[in-house]
């Protein structure tokens, strides 16, 4: 199971996303936690006297609230533009894979060829993907909701009975994944995996027409 | 000491069906705390069979009752009853009242809540067992193919029972503060705590009846129509429990920074700090807290995610406002690090990393990640446990004595302090790593790859190091009431007015007041400022 690869690009678009809100946490943490520590250290009691001292700050803490408006709608720039990209479906083109979930197994299918990958109790069934195409994902449920995650690709979305969930994929490198059901779904959830691999075009298309 | 004499000469009539809301109080956190420790006897089950992969200690069907019972214990009977547990106890001394507003209807309140525990946990002795549906109990997942048996007909009336019993509490203790308010005491000299319950009231009324609505329907979808069965049911089903279950997390936290507030400035001896912005900073919480739901739905790909994203983020302001208040209630003061000042520390450390990891999970391409993971597990448990549980024991530290007559040993608190803070990063830090790597949440097992073994013992040894911290604080309530130390009226220098009355108070609350001339009138006498 290849680790460390940068595959997708959601997994790229994940990454540079996550070191602004990655930095901002550090940097909350420290300023937070430093406080705490130096009120404990200067401020503790060393005599009975009642300190004197204000009781608010107005002024200083409007402009803090307003700095704190500004990370805010900082942040939510970001995670628009990121997700703008991430949610993207493509207007043609690629290849189409069908998702089935089902308690507690995955079938997928590639209308293009014919192509059926199911998997057993013994066996999770593998994904097999071309490298640097843009897949069209269409899901489904035969029960209850499923999750289709791939945490390498940084990317679920939940598979509905009778709806239809669409969205596209591309993988920017090859090698095998593990894929998951995340969403709680009966007895077996814990079992329902799978696997994704990733192969050059050329093994693909003889895969498929095999 | 008469009173303390007085106390034990409780009946059994009393016990049960006293409507003094001291009593309601004792009697609702009592029994949250014995539901708080069968859920937690859960967890460690659960974190026992994470320890290593495979299945060693019980079947995959165990473990889905387990974490749903879990889950359903910690939310319907323990935290959201020990919130209104505090409230009803505390918010009439607060505010110079002689008692709670309706005692009957919080004497019902009161019983409905271990009646609904009661009904949910009979699930076990089913044929099918208890409900393994989760706490949030998705439709179709909770349907009568998909989940048959007594065992999810009893969790719905046990969370009906429940839910419908800490609004009936909700209802008095809103009515009290706005009927029962000592001369003096206007809206804008209600203590921090007080404040907290105000907000905390709100939402309850405004948002559990959307729980009701739900479970009423999953009921109906059970056993006569299927309600949830067209291609939007599972979606509406979501919509109406979420529209309950995000601002339930506001209710079990609000009363917990109210509390550590309130020992903040008590133990750094100074007037709460930024008081009208604090009070501004939750009503504008608990508003924007109703409108962040569907951030639970972003993976579903069928919610308008930049708006709630909007709203989820837009939280960190008044959240930060609440955190310059504390911090700056302790800068400039006198602080003694007592037990209850230790956790209320811990809560605001430690809250942090789960208020942190929220604005991450508020990002929905960084949720499409993490979502139905560990890491939302890790993340909503620094909110749950390192937030609103120490706020809890910061809040039973501080009033043990006003409600018992009696000073809880300070050593084992400490020590108490230290298993919790320790055990809680323990197990929770390492969950981050855990569902970052790939662990969905709600699984009995997991594959040894991506040092997910290594998370996961970390994880377990957390667990049981919160376990023993859990015994050290039994150990010090026995023994501090096997040998008793007599509190007095007010051990800490209190600057509310609980601590103007007898410890504990008597049952008209008190045979004199105060002049109440702001939030802190206690504060105002000491400093010669009344």
Redesign the interface.
């Known amino acids: 199971v290849g680790r460390g690869l940068a595959i997708a690009d959601t997994r790229s678009q994940f990454g540079d996303l996550f070191s602004v809100y990655e930095w901002l946490t550090i940097v909350v943490m420290a300023i937070v936690f430093g406080l705490v520590l130096f009120a404990v250290v200067r401020y503790r009691r060393r005599d009975d006297e009642y300190p004197r001292g204000q009781d608010k700050r107005t002024v200083l803490e409007s402009v803090y609230a307003l700095l704190l408006a500004a990370v805010a709608i900082t942040l939510v720039t970001f995670t628009f533009r990121t997700e703008d990209k991430v949610d993207a479906v493509a207007s043609s083109g690629g290849l189409r894979v069908n998702i089935v979930a089902f308690q507690w197994q995955w079938r997928f299918s590639y209308p293009d060829s014919g192509k059926v990958v199911l998997g057993t109790t013994e066996h999770p069934p593998t994904l097999v993907l071309p490298v640097d195409t843009t897949v069209r994902f269409d899901g489904v449920s035969r029960d209850v909701i499923h999750s289709f995650w791939i945490p390498a690709a940084r990317f679920k979305r939940d598979e509905f009975p009778k709806r239809h969930t669409q969205f596209d994929l591309s993988f920017d490198r090859t090698g095998t994944y593990i894929g998951r059901c995340a969403e709680f779904c009966g007895l077996h959830h814990t079992d329902m995996d799978f696997f994704v691999r990733v192969v050059p075009r050329d093994d693909f298309e003889r895969w498929a027409g095999s | 000491v008469s009173v303390a004499t007085a106390t034990r000469r409780v009946g059994v009539i009393d016990w049960v069906g006293s409507t003094d809301h001291k009593r309601i109080g004792v009697r609702v956190a009592t029994y949250a705390f014995g539901f708080f420790l069968l859920s937690g006897v859960f967890a460690l089950f659960m974190r026992a069979e994470l320890a290593r992969p495979g299945l060693q200690v019980m079947s995959?069907?165990t473990?889905?009752e387990l974490f749903t019972m879990h889950g359903s214990g910690m939310f319907f009977l323990v935290l959201a009853p020990l919130a209104l547990a505090l409230g009803v106890y505390l918010v009439p001394l607060q505010i110079g009242a002689t008692d709670l507003a309706f005692p009957r209807l919080a004497l019902i309140g009161d019983w409905l809540i271990p009646l609904g525990g009661a009904t949910m946990f009979a699930g076990f002795a089913t044929d099918h067992g208890a409900a393994?549906?989760?706490w949030t109990a998705?439709a179709?997942?909770s349907d009568i193919d998909?989940?048959p048996g007594y065992g999810m007909d009893l969790w719905i009336f046990g969370g009906l029972l429940a839910t419908a019993g800490v609004m009936l509490l909700a209802i008095c203790v809103l009515t009290t503060v706005i009927r029962f308010r000592a001369p003096g005491m206007t809206m804008l000299r209600l203590p921090v705590f007080t404040w907290s319950m105000v907000v905390t009231c709100l939402l309850v009324i405004a948002s559990f009846p959307a729980l009701i609505a739900a479970l009423s329907l999953l009921f109906v979808d059970r056993h006569f129509s299927g309600v949830f069965e067209?291609?939007?049911g599972?979606?509406a089903y979501q919509h109406l429990f979420w529209f309950y279950g995000h601002p339930v997390v506001y209710v079990i936290f609000f009363p917990f920074i109210g509390a550590v507030g309130e020992v903040v400035a008590v133990f750094?001896?100074?007037?709460?700090?930024?008081?009208?912005?604090l009070v501004l900073s939750l009503l504008v919480f608990a508003a924007l807290s109703m409108s962040v739901w569907a951030h639970h739905m972003f993976?579903?790909?069928?919610v308008t995610?930049?708006y709630f994203?909007?709203t989820s983020?837009?939280l960190?302001?008044p959240a930060?406002?609440e955190?310059?208040?504390l911090?700056?209630t302790?800068?400039?003061?006198?602080?003694?690090?007592s037990s209850a000042m230790l956790f209320a520390?811990g809560f605001?450390?430690l809250f942090?990393?789960g208020g942190?990891?929220g604005?991450?999970v508020a990002?929905?391409?960084?949720d499409?990640?993490v979502?139905?993971?560990f890491f939302v597990v890790g993340h909503f448990h620094y909110t749950v446990f390192a937030g609103s549980l120490f706020g809890f024991f910061a809040a039973v530290y501080y009033w043990w004595p006003k409600v018992t007559g009696r000073l809880l040993r300070e050593g084992l608190g400490k020590l108490h302090f230290a298993l919790y803070f320790v055990g809680a990063n323990l197990t929770f830090f390492p969950m981050f790593i855990s569902g970052?790597?790939?662990m969905?949440?709600?699984?009995?097992?997991?594959?040894d790859?991506?040092n997910l073994s290594l998370t996961n013992l970390l994880s377990t040894i957390g667990a049981f190091t919160i376990a023993v911290g859990t015994l050290v604080f039994l150990w010090n309530v026995w023994v501090s009431s096997r040998r008793p130390v007599l509190a007095g009226n007010d051990p800490w220098e209190g600057q509310t007015l609980e601590w103007w009355t007898t410890s504990p108070p008597p049952r008209h609350n008190f045979d004199s007041l105060p002049k109440v001339k702001s939030y802190s009138p206690l504060y105002d006498r000491?400093?010669g400022e009344a």
């Not at chain 2, 750094?268 to 008081?275: I, K, L, N």
């Not at chain 2, 993976?299 to 069928?302: K, L, M």
């Not at chain 2, 302790?330 to 690090?337: K, N, T, V, W």
């Open positions: 995959e069907d473990y889905n393994k549906a989760g998705f179709p997942l998909h989940s067209s291609p939007g599972p979606v750094s001896r100074r007037r709460f700090f930024g008081y009208h912005a993976a579903t790909g069928r995610n930049q994203s909007l983020t837009i960190l302001v930060g406002v955190y310059f208040d911090i700056g302790m800068i400039g003061g006198s602080i003694l690090l520390i605001v450390l942090l990393i942190l990891t604005v991450i990002s929905p391409p960084l499409y990640h979502h139905d993971t970052w790597e790939g969905p949440r709600r699984v009995a097992d997991y594959r790859i991506h000491r400093m």
